[in-house]
């Protein structure tokens, strides 16, 4: 197995997914089918190797400190659905 | 068996840039809420980072007046955590390869100098500000986006005094390379404490527990004598210390367990894939290490040398740079230092602290101040007067020789007047004379307060104590 | 003469002689959307209104406005101002974002007419629109097969003659695969060539986006007007963009290029074997020299890309909690539960699966052990085609292992349906730009794609291969006809 139940309810707790038991026992097959497939990457010794996290051979990109507009606090706030006051409005923070 | 306290600090530092860190929205203070902001700093779908190379720039004068390495390559991470006023449910910021690390600050601790060191100070982003109600919160997003510089100690600080004196020195520095406002009160610098208690020299930590929601520095040193305190009782009870974030009161001056279960976050970094990597060529970094003024270490060991002046006030001197620079200002006008010096630490601090002023927002030119010193020392008026004159000129800003005439301040030395005077006195008050002459030395001075008071405090105080005697001694 | 089933560049030639107006084209768009969308369910949003207005408010005939007058079609993941933008996601449902994509931009004032948005995969995860909330796009040549995807509405709009030419996204094959699949032209730049912002983050450092054509040459003409540097993009080049459409009919002599034999394994479709070796002898015969290459690490880049991909999407996804904008769950008892709830409803299967798969890989524990490990076989993919590309121009492959399949028939295997990027995905991992051309068609009809990759930044050589072989062949004027 290269990934169970647990693994998977503790994952998708990490990413705030809300998931059904059937959801839970269905995605661990498919998960754990596709990580198999995977492993065939364990094949090749990568001792040796820089990553690469970026394609392009580019660096020190920058912008000036220079203010440029902000967006019209109506186009900020026209998409959410609960507002007060041009401030976003969410229920309690409430720890487990 | 004696035990101590290990101490870490954790400084977030809000730069003074004009723009946020990777967006060019404005980072003035107090704007209405979400007017401020823009798809990349409120996190919108398909927006990207552009970084702000004055923000680079800032950190880097940082991380080299706190003599740190500053990495070859930099490169940015994602910490990836959710909470409400984190947009895009990850904070852009540095993990493995940060802006600097292994630098050290020194900071005066016994009587000596220590140097606290640094792990690491690294760039990240702010996250917007929540505000609670009963039922609900809050979000304004002007502030998510702002740089913030974070700057991690070892835990390598041996006291709550320590911990107080570290945060003074910090601060000195930053203000002398002015990146930051540095204003606990108002959150451009937080900080949090990692406090754990073990045997005196032993090399193991015991267990650590956080403090957060210290809003001055003070109260840094009250929430780490208070955990000092509180993981002493539990040891000497022979309990354990539960590791835990708690939370400093400021109404009661104790720390609170935050009393909820306290998430080990698994931040999954990874390297960013939105911003392509930094490297420092030589010529950035000079060019930043030529913008770096004169720090306070070298700066106090120089006015030491120099000027001849102690530690203590060379110290106090140079803990305000604008303070360091008046003074010099002022040597250059009027060779005394210590003359100076005595003034500036005195009256004119005891003034600024009263008004809540600075140096700068008090409008003493510095020629009117080595002025006044110049009449002191031509004998025009007495360093009593000119306590007085002194306030005069900063009220009105005018030059103390006109100010001097203006007012009449000009010291009583004609011996004439004086004599006049001392005779009415002596006059008026027989028995003070009597209580002088049958013994009692202290007597004089009130006999030199009547005079005083007569010529309004402008008798040439010699010149009366000489008449005075001679007169009493007939 | 319908207009929609011409080409942009000889649209541009009618209305440069007058002969034809905006309104004209957009007219013939409306009619052949309204007769055959049903049965194709390309377009997820389409106002014939707003869309006749706009093509009222251009102003007069600009010739040096490239695009003039020409009606384009937008996938859904790319931003357009106040128009609905939603990733075939219900989790964006309604979501109205307040700027343009530069890609959009760049259309816009070339004087292109913004006409709607094209159905997906729902945040372009999938390799057939299967996954989209709307409901799969269906291929105009076979109404019971996919499209391929991502991008399978963009492919079929510009297949069936409902839209003159469309934008994709690709991050491992979604704008060539579905090109091939559908008998059209799709082309993905290499990275950092056309700028990222307003495309809604797949993987940051795979996703481009790019044009989906009838024929090369409006690949090229689209592909120049997207293309250049952005200032709102620190992964976007500050190259020059050349001026593709004029360099495209150049011959091919003495042009190397490279066939690597790991692309013709078992499990390819014969049919599409043939039409590919076909395809390379015919380029032989224009002169290009053709030669047995090795890409010896070929076999793991889909394993690499399910753990690259899912793992940068896992983190661009985290956002969608509908506080800013889309639906928001009612039921929830603190925020933290709102996120829980929202993104419980809000995402397809699909989307469920990615996250939690790139989650577990970047996770404290198994870091290094998957995610780490992928950056680093990256980098052999990478310098595969880096030695390949000392030596060759380009390289020439199969752009799918089979034709178009049957609707639901990969869906409850997802490794089966991860496999049909196969050939794609090497060239996003790497970041050269690769483009699929119609090379032929199965006895039943169905289309199939050659794909030609090409060096960083040498569109110019992929485009010139894929425009004379077009030339020659003449394979692009098929036209379906399960929808007539």
């Known amino acids: 197995m290269r990934i169970t139940k647990d693994t998977v309810k503790y994952v998708a707790d990490l990413a705030r997914i809300e998931l059904a038991e059937k959801e839970i026992d269905h995605f661990t097959g498919q998960l754990d089918r596709i990580l198999e497939y995977v492993h065939k990457l364990k094949k090749l010794d990568t001792s040796n190797l820089e990553p690469t996290s970026h394609v392009l051979d580019m660096k020190n990109v920058y912008r000036e400190d220079e203010v440029k507009a902000s967006l019209p606090v109506s186009d900020v706030v026209k998409n959410t659905a609960s507002k007060q006051d041009n401030l976003f409005k969410v229920k309690k923070i409430i720890e487990a | ?134 039922d609900f919160s809050l979000i304004d997003f002007n502030r998510s986006g702002t740089p913030l510089l974070e700057i991690v100690t070892e835990p390598d600080i041996g006291s709550p005094e320590e911990a107080y004196s570290y945060l003074t020195a910090l601060k000195s520095i930053l203000e002398y390379i002015d990146v930051s406002d540095c204003n606990m009160e108002e959150g451009s610098l937080r900080c949090d404490a990692n406090i754990s208690i073990r045997r005196a020299g032993s090399k193991e930590l015991g267990v650590k527990v956080e403090v957060k929601n210290m809003n001055s520095f003070k109260a840094v040193k009250i929430a780490l004598e208070y955990e000092r305190k509180r993981h002493m009782a539990l040891i000497e009870d022979g309990q354990d210390v539960v590791q835990e974030t708690r939370l400093y009161d400021s109404v009661k001056n104790i720390t609170k367990s935050m009393r909820s279960k306290e998430e080990t976050h698994d931040y999954r970094y990874f390297p960013e894939p939105d911003l392509s990597p930094f490297d420092f060529e030589a010529s950035f970094l000079e060019g930043i290490k030529t913008e770096i003024p004169e720090l306070p270490g070298p700066k106090k060991e120089r006015f030491v040398a120099d000027y001849d002046l102690s530690e203590y006030d060379s110290a106090c001197l140079v803990s305000d740079k604008n303070m360091a620079d008046y003074f010099e200002k002022a040597v250059s006008l009027y060779k005394k230092p210590k003359e100076i010096a005595n003034w500036l630490m005195g009256d004119i601090s005891a003034y600024i602290k009263e008004g809540d002023l600075t140096i700068k927002g008090l409008g003493l030119k510095v020629e009117h101040l080595t002025g006044m010193l110049k009449i002191i020392d031509r004998g025009v008026i007495s360093g009593k007067i000119a306590k007085t004159l002194l306030v005069e000129m900063i009220q009105t800003g005018k030059d103390p020789d006109l100010l001097v005439r203006q007012k009449g301040l000009e010291q009583i030395s004609d011996e004439g007047e004086l004599v006049k005077r001392i005779e009415e006195v002596l006059a008026e008050n027989a028995k003070i004379v009597n209580d002088f002459k049958s013994g009692k030395e202290n007597a004089i001075m009130a006999l030199v307060g009547k005079v005083m008071a007569k010529t309004k405090g402008k008798a040439h105080p010699k010149k009366l104590n000489e008449i005075l005697r001679k007169k009493l001694a007939t | ?168 996204s690709d991050t491992g094959g979604s704008i060539r695969q579905p090109a091939s699949l559908c008998g059209v032209v799709g082309l993905k730049p290499t990275y950092g060539r056309v700028s990222r912002y307003g495309l809604i983050a797949f993987a940051s450092s795979l996703d481009q986006i790019g044009p989906i054509t009838k024929d090369v040459e409006d690949a090229a003409l689209l592909l120049g007007v997207i293309s250049g540097h952005d200032d709102m993009d620190s992964t976007s080049l500050d190259m020059p963009v050349p001026d593709y459409k004029t360099v495209i009919a150049q011959d091919l002599k003495g042009l190397k290029i490279g066939i690597p034999k790991e692309y013709f394994i078992e499990g390819i479709d014969p049919e599409v074997k043939k039409a590919v070796l076909d395809a390379i002898h015919r380029i032989e015969g224009m002169g290009a020299i053709c030669e047995d290459v090795s890409l010896p ?87 595969d085609f880096e030695a390949c590309f000392r030596k060759y121009d380009a390289i020439i492959t199969p752009t799918s292992p089979t034709p178009a399949f049957r609707i639901g028939e990969r869906t409850e295997d997802p490794l089966t349906m991860y496999l049909s990027d196969i050939f794609t995905i090497s060239a996003n991992l790497a970041g050269i730009p690769g483009i699929s051309v119609p090379c032929g068609f199965t006895k039943s009809n169905l289309p199939i794609g050659l794909q030609i990759l090409g060096r960083p930044f040498e569109e110019v050589t992929i485009l010139k291969i894929a425009y004379n072989y077009e030339q020659d062949t003449q394979w692009h004027r098929k036209k379906p006809d399960a929808i007539s």
């Open chain 3, 1 to 168: 003469m319908e207009l929609n089933t011409l080409t942009a560049h000889e649209l541009i030639k009618l209305l440069a002689k007058g002969d034809i107006s905006p309104i004209d084209i957009c007219n013939n768009i409306i009619e052949a959307i309204e007769k055959k969308d049903k049965g194709l369910n390309a377009i997820v949003r389409f106002d014939k209104k707003k869309a006749l207005q706009r093509c009222r408010s251009l102003k007069e005939q600009d010739e040096s406005k490239a695009l003039w007058g020409i009606p384009i079609f937008i996938k859904d993941n790319i931003c357009v101002r106040d128009e609905a933008t939603t990733c075939s996601s219900r989790i964006l449902e309604g979501f109205r974002p307040p700027y343009n994509a530069t890609a959009v931009n760049r259309l816009v004032k070339e004087g292109a007419v913004l006409m709607g948005k094209t159905n997906m995969d729902e945040f372009a995860f999938g390799s057939s629109t299967e996954t989209s909330c709307y409901g799969t796009s269906r291929n105009p040549w076979d109404l019971d097969r996919i499209p391929g995807g991502s991008s399978g509405g963009s492919a079929v709009c510009v297949a069936a003659d409902e839209a003159v030419f469309a934008l994709g």
């Open chain 3, 297 to 383: 690490h070929t076999e793991f880049a889909v394993g690499v890309y399910y753990l690259l991909a899912t793992a940068e999407a896992s983190s661009n996804l985290a956002r969608f909690d509908g506080i800013q904008y889309g639906p928001r769950s009612s039921q929830a008892k603190g925020v933290i539960d709102t996120y829980r709830k929202t993104r419980k409803s809000g995402f397809g299967d699909e989307a469920k699966r990615r996250i939690i798969l790139g989650t577990f890989a970047l996770s404290s524990g198994y870091y290094d052990a998957y995610y780490s490990m992928a950056l680093k076989v990256r980098t052999l993919i990478k310098k």
């Open chain 2, 1 to 134: 068996m004696t035990y101590e306290p290990v101490i870490g600090l954790e400084v977030h530092l809000q730069l003074k840039t004009k723009t946020k860190v990777f967006c060019g929205c404005s980072t003035d203070f107090g704007a209405p809420p979400n007017t401020q902001t823009c798809p990349v700093c409120l996190g919108f779908p398909g927006s990207l980072p552009v970084l702000n190379r004055q923000a680079l720039r800032l950190s880097a004068k940082v991380a080299i007046a706190l003599n740190c390495r500053i990495t070859k390559k930099v490169r940015f991470d994602r910490k990836n955590y959710f909470y409400p006023d984190l947009p895009k449910a990850y904070q852009i910021s540095q993990f493995n390869q940060p802006l600097s690390q292994h630098g050290y600050l020194p900071v005066p601790a016994g009587g000596k100098e220590k140097r606290v060191k640094i792990r690491r100070v690294h760039l990240e982003e702010d996250t917007g500000k929540l505000f609670h109600q009963e």
